[in-house]
């Protein structure tokens, strides 16, 4: 049996993070990523890098809902390959249920393939009070199943916020084991530790959602899709962006958008793609890989409350294509005439 570790954790807590740090530790065993992408356009799969198994992506969709059954397929045809992995690490969405995640393994063809052993969730410690009270419900979920529960971005968090945070969470989800980390550095060891027993279904069976996942019927899929909560939109476009407008829209984004990310070409380092993020309110930019033989290409995606409408954001992010500068002083009407007649008089004075 395979055992499978899920990484879970909402909208930009650090699993991607969690995830590269992980396989860049030196591992025996060969690992099988797979990563699900909420968003229309696949980001994440590109963010994970120093993969030595194989790294699978599904976007479009949420695993533990409108694409459960893509996830099965996609571990069904890795572990069926002439040379599967000897474990399995999976990075759920950041709006995903991992109890549906988790419960796909105990029915249909993965029943006897795979072993749950560990459940991950990272929480953005920094931000976390001001969960917005329509997520606490998902938090909660992600949180009750988790064997592992990770304190992340502990850098950005004062200590005394860091105790509060672990407190309340020890005093709700006692079972777990809690760790705070920065840049989701946790040791190997402690992710594929045993714990003191595998995921069972029975786990599904908390209070906090009474309508379960059964065992017997994976269909039998009660709780509300994903895509019916949450909006995404994803901005393309071939022209190169100004940085700095580009850092001001993302900075002043709408408190209804929960994430942002992607590569963006940006105008003045038009040879690499610039990473951003925005989880949170910050903002962060990297500089990432050269472009190479690709055409160069901003794909950012955004998460949003449901409804929400992109159309001025969409408006913002075409005017950071302009090359035109920005000005902060846009001269009135008639000032070029009021100069003009101020100097002659300066002139005629002197
Ligand atoms: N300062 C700080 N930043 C962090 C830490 N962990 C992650 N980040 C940053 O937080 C942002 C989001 O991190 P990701 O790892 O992409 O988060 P994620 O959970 O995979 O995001 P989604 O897949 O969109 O849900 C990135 O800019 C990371 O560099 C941390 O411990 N400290």
């Not at 699900?36 to 980001?43: A, H, K, Q, V, Y």
């Not at 910050?282 to 955004?302: C, D, E, H, K, Y």
Request: proline letters at 5%.
């Amino acid at each position: 049996m395979i055992p499978v570790t899920i990484l879970s954790g909402f909208l930009g807590s650090g699993k991607t993070t969690l995830l590269n740090h992980l396989l860049k530790q030196p591992h025996e065993e060969r690992i099988g990523v797979l990563v699900n992408d909420f968003g229309s356009i696949d980001i994440d799969g590109d963010l994970v890098v120093g993969v030595t198994g194989e790294t699978l992506k599904l976007s479009g969709g949420c695993i533990c809902c409108t694409i459960r059954d893509d996830l099965e397929q996609v571990v069904f045809d890795l572990l069926s390959s002439e040379d599967p992995p000897q474990r399995l690490v999976i990075e759920a969405s950041g709006v995903s249920d991992p109890t549906s995640v988790a419960m796909t393994f105990f029915v249909g063809r993965l029943k006897n393939l795979c072993r749950v052993e560990t459940l991950v969730t990272l929480i953005d410690s920094e931000t976390f009070f001001q969960t917005p009270v329509n997520l606490t419900h998902l938090l909660e979920r992600q949180l009750y199943v988790a064997d592992l529960i990770v304190l992340n971005k502990s850098d950005l968090c004062p200590s005394e916020k860091l105790d509060a945070v672990s407190t309340l969470i020890r005093s709700e989800f006692p079972r777990a084991r809690i760790i705070r980390t920065r840049h989701g550095e946790v040791p190997l060891e402690l992710l594929f530790e045993r714990s003191e027993s595998d995921f069972s279904p029975e786990q599904a069976q908390d209070p906090i959602e009474s309508h379960v996942h059964t065992v017997h019927d994976h269909h039998h899929h009660h709780h509300t899709p994903h895509t019916l909560i949450f909006e995404t939109w994803s901005f393309t476009c071939d022209h190169p962006l100004d940085r700095e407008r580009l850092f001001d829209v993302l900075s002043r984004l709408s408190s209804q958008v929960y994430r942002a990310k992607g590569f963006v070409h940006a105008q003045d380092v038009p040879s690499r793609e610039i990473v951003f993020h925005v989880a949170g309110k910050r903002v962060n930019q990297s500089i990432g890989n050269p472009w190479g033989a690709r055409a160069p290409q901003t794909r950012l995606v955004f998460i949003a409350e449901k409804g929400h409408c992109f159309d001025e954001l969409k408006d913002q992010l075409q005017e950071c294509t302009s090359l035109k500068k920005r000005t902060t002083f846009e001269k009135p009407a008639g000032a070029d005439a009021w100069l003009e007649r101020f100097a002659s008089r300066v002139r005629a004075r002197y």
